[in-house]
């Protein structure tokens, strides 16, 4: 094995710091602990259950992810972040109540030992919404330097030299890209007047990409999307990544619509409804951050089917997605949907879906995932999109003039191949066809 990347040896402590300190990043912490004392296995997590082929398959090599890449160890994580209200991760997660009390309490010192930091927040973004544990500035540039020196300040204290920033954050108002947003020089400027164009979650990205900090976005918000902030990460030579994680319906929608198109079955329409009761269903039942959700949501199929390509089986879909908050429900998510599929002769059929997921248990190992890689991806010194994780998100970033792939199983090729790619390893076209040449 040649590795075409000069790849810097895994960090002995990578710090992980998470803006927004709820129910997805409590189940993720907690998660952690837990699974180090042994109570517990990270399913869901390619970095530490998923194996790689290597080779041909005559060769029977199929290590461990884990065990091929220089990944930093879950014992290594030391965790901190923000939030907009001042309790204790113990306390946090005790309120989101998606983890078992029994789990929770048997970690409870290592949970109570992290207290989210004052956070930046802005009402205008999340009107439904309200927390007293946040920072004071006269300005947004005042906010986002206050950002830096607690990241700085992070560092110092837990004797880190690296750190990843994974939005735990929650889903902001729907806003177009304004001229805040397309250089580094304006947006900085922006930062500076106000400009009410500039979200927290952008203050958020900007301040970890100026401390040389790699961010992932895990919700639909316009933040590290924006031309100032990818130009900012290719002049810091940091990797971003999203956004949006990819959990429950859409989840099943990259799972079941590349199976639909591969046999060549026509839809006609796929109605997708979801309750849910969580501060992430409180969220959005702001129609703003609805919106935000929505446009993230229903941009999956058209990208998978291409009706444009295939316009007698997909070009008259109608695609509905609904969110209703339901309190009762809490984190456990009920997602229904009703797709109308047609077959030979244009024969109508139907396909019905009740998926009954925890938000929050799906989410927790996209996290650890996207912090090891993210990581990886800046020791292997890659810088900008990184497009290979696209396998996590709802909404994948890609450079100007691409289109996102958002079939699952062609973004887990995509990066496993990465990996092989980086360790000097031969890709896998699963062409096979050595296996029957005489």
């Known amino acids: 094995m040649n590795p075409r990347y000069d790849i810097q040896s895994a960090p002995t402590k990578l710090g992980v710091l998470i803006p927004g300190m709820g129910a997805v990043a409590t189940t993720f912490i907690a998660g952690v602990y837990a699974i180090l004392k042994n109570q517990a296995k990270p399913v869901g997590s ?82 439904n919404l309200d927390g007293n544990h946040i920072k004071r500035g006269n300005d947004k540039w005042t906010l986002a330097n206050q950002l830096r020196d607690d990241i700085r300040h992070f560092k110092e204290q837990h004797g880190l030299d690296q750190a990843v920033m994974i939005w735990c954050g929650s889903t902001e108002v729907y806003i177009n890209q304004s001229e805040a947003h397309l250089t580094l020089e304006r947006f900085e400027t922006g930062l500076k007047e106000n400009d009410a164009s500039i979200s927290p979650s952008m203050i958020y990205t900007w ?27 290719k002049i810091e030579g940091v990797p971003i990544a999203g956004k949006d994680f990819k959990t429950g319906q859409t989840l099943m929608k990259t799972i079941i619509a ?31 951050s609805f919106k935000t959700k929505e446009v993230s949501k229903l941009s999956v199929l058209d990208t998978i089917l291409q009706p444009h390509l295939n316009p007698d089986l997909y070009g008259d879909l109608y695609h509905k997605v609904r969110i209703d908050y339901y309190p009762p429900r809490g984190d456990n998510k009920e997602g229904w949907d009703n797709i109308d599929i047609f ?3 244009e024969y109508p059929m139907q396909i019905k879906i009740n998926f009954l997921c925890r938000d929050s248990i799906l989410a927790a190992p996209i996290v650890l995932d996207l912090a090891l ?49 980086m360790m000097g390893e031969e890709l896998i076209t699963h062409l096979g066809l050595e296996y029957y040449e005489n």
């Open 373 to 421: 890689f993210l990581n990886l991806a800046q020791r292997a010194k890659m810088s900008g999109i990184q497009e290979w994780l696209s396998f996590y998100f709802k909404s994948p970033m890609v450079t100007e003039g691409l289109y996102p792939e958002h079939d699952l199983f062609i973004q887990l090729k995509k990066l496993k191949n990465t990996l092989r790619y």
């Open 343 to 345: 077959g030979w002769l």
């Open 207 to 233: 301040a970890a990409l100026k401390e040389g900090v790699p961010y992932a976005n895990g919700a639909p918000n316009l933040a590290v999307d924006i031309p100032a902030l990818q130009e900012l990460a």
């Open 46 to 127: 390619l970095t530490q259950m998923g194996t790689i082929r290597l080779g041909k398959r005559t060769e029977h090599r199929s290590p461990m992810i884990k065990d091929f890449v220089p990944l930093a160890t879950l014992d290594g994580l030391v965790f901190g972040g923000w939030d907009i209200f001042s309790d204790n991760l113990y306390q946090a997660a005790t309120i989101a109540g998606v983890l078992q009390q029994e789990t929770l309490d048997s970690i409870r010192n290592e949970l109570e030992n992290i207290t989210p930091m004052p956070a930046v927040f802005d009402k205008t973004f999340v009107r």
């Open 258 to 288: 590349p199976g639909l198109k591969s046999r060549m079955l026509g839809i006609s329409g796929w109605y997708s409804t979801n309750i849910l009761g969580n501060r992430d269903g409180e969220v959005l039942d702001d129609p703003g």
